[in-house]
């Protein structure tokens, strides 16, 4: 499909009106479109001036091959985006889920579900591997889309039972359906599956019991058996999860013809038949509604702990192995207590010993990540365990996630640290992960003395992001070269006062991807990033997801109010240059503000004479080792 330029920009920077109080009710606004994008920067940019005029929140993800948008705001607001968007050819024939709702109430659940404020993010890759490739163009069929069909008649019953006039599908594979067995397939994540399902008289409804919809490639492979042949009913919250899942499993060839998706998903189906029709309990949502439900209101969620009817996520109770959320009714919540999800039950993990920070409820929504592409890069050491002296026991080795500092990303970062992770080898795994605002390519000219010329840096310019950013700061997304608008100021960072809850949600969904973690370690502005991290969990969850936290050349954010208040009760050991001269970029006083804010009786320091950097020497390698043998 050609896609269309980006909508006509005449209006942008010029405030709606429509997005205050008096434009009407609440709303949310879900939708998706698989196409090439030709210019994703400029759609990108589109975006962003054009969501703020109308005053709307959510989440936004541009790529090459796609767009996906989460909005929320008053329904006048949404409605005028609608239209806008709707004039771009680019999005002909786009399914536009638009629903009226009560205001977010919850800060605390409106903030993890990316609901308080803005976030338009380029990715590079819209689309998950392995599906991308099950989602390149055939002939004559643009993005190889799967029969769709009308929500109205998708779980007629018999069209499940009967097979008759299924789906608007053509005559062919109508006769196709009444000759062959019919599943259900729900592509949703388990915690979702637990309080809402189609269940449809004499028809197997197949849950692949998933933590994240990255993994369900993997089931379709490992069950490819059960659905050859078969008429393949797939369903999900709103669509985009099926066109991807339905795509891949017909690239599989013969036996795998007819697959049909749901259209609209869960969310049309329940607004064409309130009374839920053969779906019963909620559909969960990744906003600050959490569920919708049908007018039945039936339970079919229960308890972890007593198995009682429930189905409430709003507690944020998560797995202490995988942090994947779980029901835990009211009665039996405690705030010191352990959960251990029934996945990870099967797989023989127990819980933990008793720890507050474990049981905390997490400020973060599970996301799935595809439904907004995946900039994260991990990058972790293969060992885990660390070898006893005498070889009679395995301990487990720190896992400690590492926060890069302004303009650098995880990869450069895990290179200048090579050096201590050799040091640590064998008591801890650093892990490593990209920021999530992405900066643009800048340059000091260098005059060419030959020339008189400046050259332009040579190869091709590697990514670099930021935790923090200044006010009104302008992202290039193309691999051109800017040359700095003004000399190197150390002290810019003091002006980087934007992004921190789009950073601190993005943390939260990285940490429930990653199980455990033990400490975080944050360089420079990834210092700063940690304190304020820490200092969130402290002031929403009363305690903290980690043990241990070391600030190598930290500060204090410039966020107004973040450290006002009690310190941060955390053990800590902070590292930094010694005088004003040893660190040029983070002054001394800086570094030593920061370490004040943290609890004293459980603080250290470490003072060096080595410059912006972590040192790996005697005696600071020693004090570093020494610090972190306590959470051994």
């Excluded at 790529?63 to 006048?76: C, E, K, S």
């Excluded at 210092?527 to 969990?537: G, V, Y």
């Amino acid at each position: 499909m050609d896609a269309a330029a980006p909508p006509p920009r005449g209006q942008e920077g010029q405030g709606d009106r429509s997005g205050g109080d008096e434009g009407g009710r609440y709303g949310v606004l879900l939708y998706y479109k698989y196409a090439e994008v030709p210019d994703a920067a400029a759609l990108a940019a589109f975006y962003e001036s054009h969501c703020r005029a109308l005053a709307l929140v959510g989440r936004v993800r541009v790529g090459p091959d796609g767009v996906n948008a989460t909005l929320g705001g008053r329904m006048a607001a949404l409605e005028k985006h609608v239209a806008e968007m709707s004039s771009n050819a680019l999005f002909d024939g786009t399914d536009f889920k638009l629903a009226s709702c009560d205001d977010p109430v919850d800060e605390r659940v409106a903030r993890e579900c990316g609901f308080t404020s803005l976030s338009v993010r380029l990715v590079k890759v819209f689309l998950l591997l392995p599906f991308r490739n099950s989602m390149q163009p055939r002939a004559g069929n643009a993005l190889c889309k799967p029969v769709v069909g009308n929500p109205a008649d998708y779980m007629r019953r018999e069209a499940f039972v009967g097979c008759g006039v299924p789906f608007g599908a053509t005559s062919d594979s109508e006769a196709t359906v009444e000759k062959s067995e019919v599943v259900v397939l729900d592509a949703r994540n388990v915690y979702e599956t637990r309080i809402g399902k189609f269940r449809v008289p004499n028809v197997e409804t197949l849950d692949p019991e998933i933590r994240q919809y990255s993994d369900l490639p993997l089931w379709i492979d490992e069950h490819a058996e059960k659905l050859r042949g078969k008429s393949i009913m797939m369903y999900c919250t709103g669509g985009i999860r099926c066109e991807m899942a339905s795509a891949y499993i017909r690239s599989k060839g013969e036996g795998f013809e007819n697959v049909f998706q749901l259209y609209g998903g869960i969310q049309r189906y329940l607004e064409r038949f309130p009374d839920g029709g053969y779906f019963e309990g909620k559909n969960f949502v990744f906003d600050h509604r959490i569920s919708v439900g049908s007018l039945k209101e039936n339970i079919l969620g229960t308890c972890l702990l007593c198995g009682s009817s429930f189905d409430d996520y709003s507690p944020r109770c998560r797995c202490s192995h995988c942090r994947m959320l779980v029901l835990v009714c009211s009665t039996c919540q405690d705030s010191t207590k352990d959960y251990v999800c029934e996945l990870c039950q099967k797989n023989g993990k127990q819980c933990c010993q008793t720890s507050p920070r474990q049981g905390c409820k997490t400020e973060s929504e599970l996301i799935d990540s595809s439904d907004f592409g995946i900039p994260m890069i991990i990058n972790q050491s293969a060992t885990s365990t660390i070898p006893r002296s005498n070889g009679s026991e395995q301990l487990k080795k720190l896992k400690i996630l590492c926060l890069h500092g302004f303009r650098q990303n995880a990869s450069n970062f895990k290179g200048r640290t090579s050096a201590l992770a050799k040091k640590l080898k064998h008591i801890a795994d650093l892990v490593f992960i990209d920021a999530p605002h992405e900066l643009s390519f800048v340059y000091k000219p260098n005059p060419d003395h030959c020339s008189g010329r400046s050259s332009l840096p040579s190869g091709t310019p590697k990514r670099k992001y930021a935790w923090l950013v200044a006010p009104n700061s302008i992202f290039y997304a193309e691999h051109d070269w800017k040359i700095a608008d003004a000399p190197f100021d150390p002290l810019q960072y003091q002006q980087q006062t934007d992004g921190f809850e789009e950073s601190y949600a993005y943390l939260e969904h990285a940490i429930s991807q990653m199980g455990n973690i033990d400490g975080i370690l944050g360089f420079s502005q990834g210092a700063a990033m940690a304190a304020l991290f820490c200092r969130q969990q402290q002031k929403t969850c009363g305690s903290l997801k980690f043990r241990f936290g070391i600030f190598c050349s930290g500060y204090p954010a410039p966020i107004i109010s973040d450290f006002d208040g009690e310190p941060i009760k955390l053990p800590s050991l902070h590292c930094f240059g010694n005088s004003e001269d040893h660190d040029r970029q983070i002054a001394n006083r800086a570094s030593t503000e920061l370490a004040n804010r943290f609890d004293k009786s459980c603080r250290s320091v470490i003072e060096h004479d080595m410059g912006h950097i972590i040192p790996t020497r005697p005696p600071f390698i020693d004090k570093i080792k020494e610090f972190l043998s306590n959470f051994i």
